[in-house]
DNA sequence: CGTCGGGTTGAGTCCATTCAACTTCGGTGG
DNA sequence: CCACCGAAGTTGAATGGACTCAACCCGACG
């Protein structure tokens, strides 16, 4: 169950044998979330942390308007709320966007891991800083980009943290995102993400039907996305 | 020198005599830099972190067009780039918006902190994870506010973090950028962050001339800016 | 007095939105 | 078995937002 968290600590530095069983002791308990159930809930206090385990959810904020924006998606692997560890207060929602598989690790144990466990502590943080890279990433797209290069940004960047967990098939992996969904992410009206989806389609750089995204030319895509990995600290080296 | 810095962690919980004396030991040095120089800069790997002591500096990434996007604004006691602590190498720069005054700290050392004072390490830990929450919000005033709530909800926030480390006065606060540089941050052309400012001064909530942001009207402008503070994690409480 | 960087304004174009209609497809019940 | 339904995807047309290009203003400074 653990091992999409074992592959993604594994791939920033080496992650011992001692580590492993620790975390399998800090990890425990399980549950389902069904689509649109919210994994963890804006202005909950939770005392655990919520590791997701299979299934595909993301980070989101309502405005008043009705409009929704979600600021993160999440894969296997990541643990999504770690930052309620310390933040304390949900300032927004996690909502499943497909079957999610979770577990669960008490803010308390956490706390343990980094009194005893200092190196294991340093790849949780690890783990919280590769997200906001993230979110970096995503405020460059959405401020600087042409809403398509946003487009093949995403597709780059899932296609990559998916592949670090196994994810992925070839070239080609699952995405079972609407396009209403995937308006969200990117801030647009459904109506222009449809568009927008058609023109990525019409690029010839990514083959995209039934919620299957298969990467037909990554040099290209990458060249439309201006896709650089550095953000997503993939170099193995001691942290 | 390290005012700013005690400021903003003992907002969020108590910071003994002994942690600020550590903090003391970590950091130390000092240089300046005038406006436009880089304070780190893309794809370096440096071996100590940049705490800003006093000025205005902002994280940003340039696209192969020329175009620039700040994905941060960074005030006095923000600890730049702690995140290459961890990261290891810089996915963007830093620049300075003011003249800078600001201090290092040996990332030897501040392994050390997270090995012997983890309470502290958790500490420094939340204060990266509040830079992750400002992000997250950042990305939903992009995708789905008004550009005037976007920029409303940008002084509300630059007031709060100012206010915390005391460079406020009464409602007011120094801002030094530039439109152009404004509209960095907001992802508008110079023109439109020009007009887009004509129409937050006509709303009347806000006074601003010749770099000085004057709040006129609180409840207005949080309400333009449908602005929350709960991501700022401003509750004194046990971490 | 002239220059230069920043701010402001106008006009035309293009991008993104809304509203609305229509299609496609899987599922469900008669 | 197929007729119907609803959710998701697709398309067109009209409106409004944001961009570019260009001009002009203004205060600081040499």
């Known amino acids: ?20 069983s620790m975390l399998a002791q800090v990890v425990s308990g399980g549950k389902e979330f069904s689509v649109g ?8 206090r939770p005392i655990y942390s919520t590791l997701l385990v299979e299934g595909l959810a993301a980070r989101y904020k309502v405005l008043e308007s009705g409009g929704r924006q979600f600021t993160s998606l999440q894969v296997p692997g990541d643990f999504v709320d770690l930052h309620a560890f ?5 300032d927004h929602g996690i909502v499943a966007l497909s079957l999610c598989r979770v577990m669960f ?27 906001a890279a993230i979110h970096r990433e995503w405020i460059v797209a959405m401020g600087r980009r042409s809403k398509v290069s946003h487009l093949a940004h995403l597709i780059c960047e899932l296609f990559i943290r998916l592949q670090v967990v196994g994810h992925t098939n070839e070239m080609s992996f699952n995405l079972p995102l609407s396009q209403a969904e995937l308006a969200d992410v990117l801030g ?3 109506v222009h993400m449809n568009r927008v989806i058609g023109s990525l389609r019409k690029s010839a750089a990514v083959n995209w039907a039934s919620h299957t995204v298969t990467i037909v030319d990554w040099q290209l895509l990458a060249q439309m996305a201006e896709f650089d990995p550095t953000y997503l600290s993939m170099a193995n080296e001691p942290r």
């Open 105 to 131: 690790a008490d803010h308390t144990k956490l706390r343990v891991i980094t009194e005893k466990a200092p190196h294991l502590g340093r790849l949780l943080w690890l783990d919280t800083l590769v997200d």
């Open 188 to 190: 647009l009206s459904v």
């Open 37 to 44: 159930q919210d994994l963890v809930s804006e202005g909950s």
């Open 1 to 20: 169950m653990l091992e999409p968290l074992y592959l993604q600590l594994a791939q920033h530095d080496v992650l011992s044998d001692a580590e492993r």
């Open 86 to 90: 310390l933040l304390k207060t949900m």
